[in-house]
């Protein structure tokens, strides 16, 4: 049976019930090399949980308990340990109440306040990536675009940092950009007319495609889970945060692990996955999902 710890016991495969700021303070310095995790958004979702992350009066509020939390992270982490937070923003209404320099409708801008003020505590803030949604959530809005992006930002405890390039590194052409790009085979012969044939017979035939270092935008859509009741980030998402920021064996960090996706994906990548989660229900989730994986493995 999965077991749900109220403490840490031995720092890896583990999913931990309470609150991520003081769980975090009795852990040890420098154990994990890698966290990636994507915490509840400030205004934007009641979780039924006392003691909440996201139900702050303020924006400042909810920026300077971000900043608690991860300053232990950061501490927990190795020297050439990294970040990977997924942060999306929100809105001021007649909910939110009023906020000092803040209007009704403007954008509040909480991932960079939050960006910012880790910067400030001591991060080296390296890197926005935008995460692009091919099927973003449907808004009534008539005055503005459609809301289809979500940031994650990437931070690192050093200015050197452990960082795998040619772990996720992409293909240099795709499907869509494929016609007229230069393209070659195994053996670096260059086919002067690319319209001859499709990129999947080139695959059936052993040609292979010039690789490049991975962009900033990725486009990953949203992947729903039918017995969560709150957001799930897609593990294809965050596949490449733990191929980048970790080898085989070392342990990932999620202090807000939700339905266990970053414990998930760890698994899958053979690595080993430390959660903390404040909701009992949500660790129920975790442990059922861990659990069918390993069956189906």
């Excluded at 890896?12 to 019930?17: A, G, L, S």
């Excluded at 945060?241 to 080898?247: P, R």
Aim: hydrophobic fraction near 35%; include cysteine.
């Amino acid at each position: 049976m999965w077991k749900v710890w109220c403490f840490v016991k031995n720092f890896e495969n583990e999913i931990v019930c309470g609150d991520s700021l003081e769980i975090l303070k009795t852990l040890p310095g420098k154990i994990i090399q890698c966290c990636v995790t994507s915490p509840p958004y400030w205004g934007l979702r009641d979780y039924g949980v006392d003691d909440q992350l996201g139900m702050e009066d303020t924006p400042e509020e909810y920026v300077s308990k971000m900043v608690d939390v991860f300053r232990e992270v950061r501490r927990v982490l190795r020297v050439d340990g990294t970040l990977w937070l997924n942060l999306g923003d929100s809105y001021a209404s007649k909910q939110t109440g009023k906020i000092e320099g803040i209007k009704t409708k403007d954008l509040v801008g909480i991932p960079w306040m939050v960006a910012f003020a880790l910067r400030s505590d001591g991060w080296y803030l390296r890197q926005d990536i935008i995460w692009s949604k091919p099927n973003p959530m449907p808004e009534s809005v008539t005055d503005r675009c459609t809301k289809s992006h979500e940031y994650i930002f990437l931070l690192s405890k050093s200015q050197k940092y452990y960082y795998d390039q040619d772990a996720i590194k992409e293909d240099s052409v795709d499907s869509e950009s494929y016609t007229g790009r230069r393209k070659r085979s195994k053996l670096k012969h260059m086919i002067l007319n690319p319209k001859e044939c499709s990129m999947q017979a080139d695959k059936a035939a052993g040609k292979t495609y010039e690789k490049r270092n991975k962009r900033s935008v990725w486009v990953v859509s949203t992947q729903p889970y039918s017995e969560a009741h709150f957001a799930t980030y897609p593990e294809t998402l965050i596949k490449p945060c733990i191929l980048a920021g970790s080898k085989e064996r070392d342990i990932i960090l999620d202090p807000f692990i939700g339905s266990g996706t970053t414990a998930l994906v760890s698994q899958n990548l053979n690595r080993k996955y430390l959660g903390i989660e404040l909701n009992p229900e949500s660790i129920k989730l975790c442990g059922k999902r861990l659990q069918q994986t390993r069956l189906e493995i």
